[in-house]
């Protein structure tokens, strides 16, 4: 049988659906999808620098990264 992956956008869709699935008797798994460690340990880097207000807004980001040198 044919499988579907389904994306809800926020809790009220996930219950709704888990709620839908579960009246209907079909079954389904939960999956949690995890990042990679490099990526939480970038995302974790980031916030720690938001929070001590080393940001830069999105035109200095621009220069910085995508002008040609």
Do not use: C, W, Y
């Amino acid at each position: 049988m044919e499988a579907i992956m389904i994306h809800p956008e926020n809790a009220e869709q996930l219950k709704t659906v888990k709620s839908v699935l579960k009246a209907l008797k079909v079954p389904f798994e939960p999956q949690f999808s995890t990042l990679p460690d490099h990526v939480m340990a970038s995302i974790d880097r980031g916030m720690e620098q938001a929070a001590q207000g080393r940001t830069i807004g999105l035109e200095a980001f621009k220069k910085k990264h995508f002008l040609k040198r």
